[in-house]
Every structure is written in structure tokens, then in C-alpha cells.
T-cell receptor, first 117, second 111 residues
Framework: GAVVSQHPSWVICKSGTSVKIECRSL??????MFWYRQFPKQSLMLMAT?????????EQGVEKDKFLINHASLTLSTLTVTSAHPEDSSFYIC?????????????FGPGTRLTVL | SQQGEEDPQALSIQEGENATMNCSYK?????LQWYRQNSGRGLVHLIL?????REKHSGRLRVTLDTSKKSSSLLITASRAADTASYFC???????????FGQGTTLQVKP
């Protein structure tokens, strides 16, 4: 149980286009999902906290108009990278919090590798 | 911003040896978690230790937590080539659910 999927697993796009990444919790509901970005050989940087039915909370330095997050249901959050540029090329990982009382464990998706040409 | 630091940044050992990785953090935490990431893949949760715990075991893994020093260590005993990966600690705050990751340790286990 506790599986999180991401789609697509990789995407290559031209500079200036927008890319949507989906994060789904397959066998549990998640009121909260998190989006991270990871550059090569670096750690995960939290970008934003996505709450079902409300606006996402962005970390300092993350442009909310560039990285649009929608958490439309308890099993789906989407991250749209708008007007992507080569510097947005990165590994994007989501995680889902089942919100259980006795655990703080998040479940991570397999990641999406974005390459902007 | 990143919560803490891990050392060493890279570790290379022979199969069968033990590997120890350390993590330090800066603020008060509710829990500390260790994750493994194989190259280009997602994260695998290894173990969670709460702020009121000092040591925890899971198979070949042993985690310690010293809240007075704001540090934790991950020990992998009898390492295997399949343990080759990057290992990250992540600290959880009490009420936000956020995880803040350390810089990670890249472990190479040579067969």
C-alpha cells in the first residue's frame, strides 16, 4: 500500500512551453501533498505544500506564478511549470501525506525528470 | 532552506563493512527520518525516529538521535553492493508536515 505515482516520468520540452506534472496517491487519500525539486547531485528542495481545496503554500524564493499547483482532489495534485526555461530543468518529486495520527511518514513518487531545451 | 548537513558527503567501502552517516540539524524537530535514493529514482523511506527516542533498529539499519547535539547517525551493518545509493536525513516539524532534507551522503559499496 501507500503508493504514489507521477506522470510523466520524464519530459523534454522547448523553452517557453508549459509542462504539467501529475502526482497521484493510488491507494490512500492525501489532504496534503508536497512538491520538491532536485538538481543533479544535490538534495531535495521543498517548493510548496499543496492542500486539497485550497491554495498552495510556497517556500521562500519559489515563484507561485511560474509553478502553478492545483490540488483538485484527495488523490491528485498537479504542478505546472509555466513558460519553462532551461534553468527549470530538474528532477521534480512529489510526496503525499496520508494524515494518519500516529505517523509523520510521507510517501514519495518516483519523480519526473524535466529537460527544457 | 536546507535544515542541516550530512557527513561525509561521499563514502566508499567494501562489501561486508559497516557504513556510518551523520546528520546535523538546526531547529527543534518532531521527528527525523532517513531516506535512500538510487540514482535518478524516487525516495525510499528507511526509518523514522521521534524526538523522544534515542535509538531505533530496522534490520541492518541502526539510527541514533541526540537532540541535545541536534544530530543523528545512520549505521548500515554488513553492507551489500545493493546498498549503493544516496542517503538523506529529513527533519519533520511539529505541525506543518514539512520535511526538510539534509545534503545527503553518497554511499558506494564495492563488491
Amino acid at each position: 500500500g501507500a503508493v504514489v505515482s507521477q506522470h510523466p516520468s520524464w519530459v523534454i520540452c522547448k523553452s517557453g512551453t508549459s509542462v504539467k506534472i501529475e502526482c497521484r496517491s493510488l491507494d490512500f487519500q492525501a489532504t496534503t501533498m508536497f512538491w520538491y525539486r532536485q538538481f543533479p547531485k544535490q538534495s531535495l528542495m521543498l517548493m510548496a505544500t499543496s492542500n486539497e481545496g485550497s491554495k498552495a503554500t510556497y517556500e521562500q524564493g519559489v515563484e507561485k506564478d511560474k509553478f502553478l499547483i492545483n490540488h483538485a482532489s484527495l488523490t491528485l495534485s498537479t504542478l505546472t511549470v509555466t513558460s519553462a526555461h532551461p534553468e527549470d530543468s530538474s528532477f521534480y518529486i512529489c510526496s503525499a501525506d496520508p494524515g494518519l495520527a500516529d505517523t509523520d511518514t510521507q510517501y514519495f513518487g518516483p519523480g519526473t525528470r524535466l529537460t527544457v531545451l | 532552506s536546507q535544515q542541516g548537513e550530512e557527513d561525509p558527503q561521499a563514502l566508499s567501502i567494501q562489501e561486508g563493512e559497516n557504513a556510518t552517516m551523520n546528520c546535523s540539524y538546526k531547529t527543534s524537530i518532531n521527528n527525523l527520518q532517513w531516506y535512500r535514493q538510487n540514482s535518478g529514482r524516487g525516495l525510499v523511506h528507511l526509518i523514522l525516529i521521534r524526538s523522544n527516542e534515542r535509538e531505533k533498529h530496522s534490520g541492518r539499519l541502526r539510527v541514533t538521535l541526540d537532540t541535545s547535539k541536534k544530530s543523528s547517525s545512520l549505521l548500515i551493518t554488513a553492507s551489500r553492493a545493493a546498498d549503493t545509493a544516496s542517503y538523506f536525513c529529513a527533519t519533520g516539524a511539529s505541525n506543518t508536515g514539512k520535511l526538510i532534507f539534509g545534503q545527503g551522503t553518497t554511499l558506494q559499496v564495492k563488491p
